[in-house]
């Protein structure tokens, strides 16, 4: 069945990961190819098969799209070419890195826009919600002197600050899952499912969070598709594994002590507090940006 073009409209949600069987291309006798992985789209795209104004789509999805507009598919030697459906890119013919002749912005999508179409778009304002809302009925239940009061906050709280584990976990699965296709040596699976052992996740956070930071920015500086892309403040990546590995080291003497640290005057609660707080936040800032960084490549939605 021929599919639609592709058009300035609204784009369905991504399909599956990049390794699933799900992509095809329309070769230049017009004959549809395909299922096959991303790594195989891209084998064929650097022998020649897949030109940038030849059409690429993923399976279940209704729009098309140019070759060129997939950030990593085609060489980066490979100039952008005129789109029957759109305007000439920007790039000067000559010169495929050329600083463009117009202002140009990811926000536009294509011509010249670079996404991911297996990537979806992050929100960070649900992580500093869901954390505000738990830490904040876990302490009204802690003052509160009602046993059944106490029991539903807790039981709330606990459930809120799951959900901001969860999602700040998604998000980086999404972040390592896009790195794939820019040569990461990691996949986003790997990189949560290590971060859920107990105490050994504060080591592997120095791989999976200040590793990526390190391989983002790297990937900034060199490669083409990520020029307009800013790069993350790899300080605060380094910063927030170091305090996660202090609290967690906290954490492991109040439970082996069987102490709650709520008295200020004690200086073990004091140090214990303060650390879990500063984790906390630099954990925010850390998010902050890893969401801005999935966001430039993401899949523009309108």
Request: proline share 7%; charged share 15%; glycine share 6%.
């Amino acid at each position: 069945m021929e599919l639609p073009r592709h058009k300035k409209r609204d784009y369905k949600p991504p399909l599956g990961p990049p390794e699933a069987l799900s992509w095809f291309y329309e070769n230049a006798n017009k004959k549809v190819k395909g299922p096959m992985a991303f790594r195989d789209l891209r084998d064929a795209a650097l022998v020649g098969k897949i030109k940038s104004s030849q059409w690429v789509w993923q399976e279940g999805e209704e729009d098309r799209y140019r070759a060129v507009t997939i950030v990593g598919l085609l060489p980066i030697s490979t100039a952008p070419v005129e789109d029957d459906d759109g305007p000439k890119s920007a790039l000067d013919d000559d010169n495929p890195y050329a600083t463009p002749k117009v202002e140009r912005t990811i926000a536009e999508g294509p011509p010249g826009g670079l996404y991911l179409p297996y990537v979806y778009k992050v929100h960070f304002s649900l992580l500093p919600a869901f954390l505000i809302a738990g830490a904040g009925l876990i302490l009204g239940a802690s003052f509160n002197q009602d046993t059944q009061t106490q029991t539903i906050l807790y039981t709330f709280g606990g459930f809120s600050l799951v959900l901001w584990i969860a999602f700040s976990l998604v998000y980086l699965k999404r972040a390592w899952d896009m790195m794939t296709i820019l040569g990461a040596p990691m996949s986003g699976t790997k990189a949560v499912s290590i971060l859920l052992i107990p105490f050994f996740n504060s080591i592997w956070s120095f791989i999976a969070i200040f590793g990526w930071a390190r391989l983002w920015n790297i990937n900034v500086k060199k490669h083409p598709g990520l020029s307009m892309a800013h790069s993350v403040w790899r300080p605060v990546f380094l910063l927030f594994c170091i305090a996660m590995m202090m609290a967690q080291v906290s954490a492991l003497m109040l439970l082996v002590s069987k102490d709650l640290p709520n008295d200020l005057t004690n200086p073990s609660h004091q140090f214990a507090l303060a650390t879990f707080g500063v984790t906390l936040v630099l954990s925010l800032m850390t998010w902050f940006q890893l969401c801005l960084s999935v966001n430039f490549l993401a899949r523009k939605k309108s």
